[in-house]
């Protein structure tokens, strides 16, 4: 049996004294393609950025590839895209290329200098994502759906393991959006990337994903996938499952 | 080109070009990070120091370094608390540095010549040693953003993307506020206090209008802050002015001038 490549235990959050994450614990193996889903304001969102070490939980331990995550240090094996990760600051000046270089940092280091294999490994992601072409134009400047691809390739520069994403198919259309799973089926499969991806998104859900976790009153919850599912999936697009989900 | 048989004039000119190299460097991080006010906050704080020295009687520009490098670190310890309200640790500390400074200047009575020098900026009063101690903070500041500009860049673009990537965001965000307080200290002799934040920002606005890219951004700032300062001082070389004000209101002309041929060439183009 593989042995999880992240693995929460028992993690307790809570904001400002009110309950978020109450003794939840999740467990990510090598090859998964994992769904998190749950109602709004259920705690997906911060269960990922716990998972990443941007917000230390009150009590659990996280462990990353092995290691407690206080002293993990090889933050490129992880990516993480961020919910509204294309809600930035659209006037600055930088471009497709720059953006991308920005998270070369885990492979440079600190004051490190980029070299040309850096540089070929951004055309490379960056011809991964259909966005080559766009190297040169500022961020600021394309669709929704291209940043969202070049939030997407500067996550892989720095070659992680494991790819979290918090609701990346959110303002995409329906075209886009295949086009975004077949990319993350590409991801899975050939490049053996582990992905977490939080969506709301249960139609292409079931198509691509291996296993789900439901969070709910602060806990986590796996869902088999298959006849569980449909009934899930009918739930949840009458927009009711949130509330009478029975864990 | 009469005016550089004079040393005062070329102490002024090295002085003027050192500063169109950091102000707009440091400013281009400044103004995309949305702290444009930390220049002013830094200057007054600097203002207190200097009316430090004066009081104490030891060299004013140790006293602006001493004040605005604890201002700087106040500034980044306060924003802690204010989370989402970073200007308003700015606002907090531009306060308490203007009370302070007032406070210091009554108490030295120092309401003089010199003083005013410092507000205004000076050509003739750039001394051998003041280029001595602009000289060695402008290569620290140069070298430095050198260095860490992959790291600038990333926290500016997205300060939590740095900070997962492993970047040490909070000493970094420490040190960059401390070398903005340098580079105020090492501009002010010549373009004053008072003007100093518009050539952090000023210059970085004009290059926004036209850059295609983050590296060209700081390239033609720097570009657009010399030539405001070669021609600012010029100009206050022979018509006896204050050489903060023409260097400030050239780099708003050059501003404006940008803005007015972009519109121009867009109704061309469209
Ligand atoms: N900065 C904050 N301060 C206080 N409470 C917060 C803060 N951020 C989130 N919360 C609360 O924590 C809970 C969990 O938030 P979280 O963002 O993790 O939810 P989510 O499941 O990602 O929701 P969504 O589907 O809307 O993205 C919510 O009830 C929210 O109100
Ligand atoms: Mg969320």
Not at chain 1, 55 to 72: A, C, E, Y
Not at chain 2, 140 to 169: H, M, N, Q, R, W
Not at chain 2, 235 to 242: G, M, P, Q, R, V
Request: aromatic content about 8%.
């Amino acid at each position: 049996m593989k042995s999880p490549i992240i693995e929460a235990k028992n993690i307790n959050f809570d904001y400002e004294g009110r309950s978020i994450l109450n003794d939840a614990s999740l467990e990510i193996y090598p090859g998964d393609f994992m769904a998190i889903i749950g109602p709004n304001g259920s705690g997906k969102s911060t269960l990922m950025k716990i998972c990443t070490g941007l917000m230390k939980p009150r009590q659990g331990s996280v462990t990353l590839f092995g290691k407690d995550i206080n002293k993990f240090k090889e933050w490129g094996r992880i990516g993480y895209i961020p919910q509204k990760a294309t809600s930035f600051n659209q006037g600055f000046p930088a471009t497709v290329e720059e953006v991308v270089k920005a998270n070369l940092y885990s492979r440079v280091g600190l004051m490190g200098r980029v070299n040309k294999q850096h540089i070929e490994k951004v055309q490379e992601v960056l011809d991964l994502v259909g966005m080559l072409d766009f190297k040169d134009r500022l961020i600021g400047r394309l669709s929704g759906g291209q940043q969202q691809r070049v939030f997407i390739a500067k996550a892989l520069v720095s070659s992680p393991e494991i790819l979290f994403m918090d609701e990346p198919t959110t303002g995409i259309d329906a075209n886009s959006e295949k086009d975004f799973y077949a990319l993350m089926d590409d991801l899975n499969k050939e490049q053996n990337i582990t992905i977490v991806m939080v969506t709301h998104d249960i139609g292409a859900v079931s198509k691509n994903i291996s296993r789900v976790i439901c969070l709910s009153r602060g806990k986590a919850h796996e869902h088999g996938c298959g006849v569980d599912m449909a009934g899930l999936n009918e739930l949840y697009g009458h927009d009711v499952a949130p509330l009478i989900h029975n864990h | 080109m009469e005016m550089l048989q004079y040393d005062f004039m070329q102490r002024a000119f090295v002085a003027g070009i050192l500063i169109s190299i950091i102000c707009p460097i440091i400013g281009t991080f400044v103004v995309l990070r949305r702290l444009s006010m930390i220049g002013d906050t830094l200057s007054h704080a600097s203002l207190a120091g200097i009316a430090a020295g004066m009081l104490g009687n030891f060299y004013p520009l140790w006293g602006a370094m001493i004040f605005s490098v604890a201002a700087a670190i106040g500034v980044e310890k306060l924003r802690k608390n204010f989370s989402q309200y970073a200007e308003l640790s700015i606002s907090i500390v531009l306060s308490a540095s203007i009370g302070l400074a007032v406070l210091m200047i009554s108490l030295a009575d120092s309401f003089n010549a010199d003083l005013m020098s410092f507000l205004f900026g000076s050509i003739i009063a750039v001394t051998g040693r003041d280029i001595i101690i602009m000289a060695g903070t402008s290569i620290f500041i140069i070298v430095s953003v050198l260095l860490l500009y992959k790291e600038l860049l990333y926290i500016a673009f997205d300060e939590e993307g740095a900070a997962l990537a492993g970047i040490p965001t909070e000493t970094l965000n420490i040190f960059f506020t401390v070398l903005t307080a340098l580079t105020i200290v090492a501009a002010m002799r010549v373009v004053g206090i008072l003007m100093i934040s518009s050539m952090l920002v000023v210059p970085v606005a004009a290059s926004m209008q036209i850059s295609k890219s983050f590296k060209s951004t700081m390239i033609n700032s720097v570009i657009f802050a010399f030539l405001a300062v070669v021609l600012g001082l010029t100009i206050s070389y022979y018509f006896n002015l204050a050489p903060g004000g023409a260097i400030v209101v050239l780099s708003v002309v050059i501003l404006l001038l940008v803005i007015g041929t972009k519109k121009y060439i867009l109704k061309r183009i469209v």
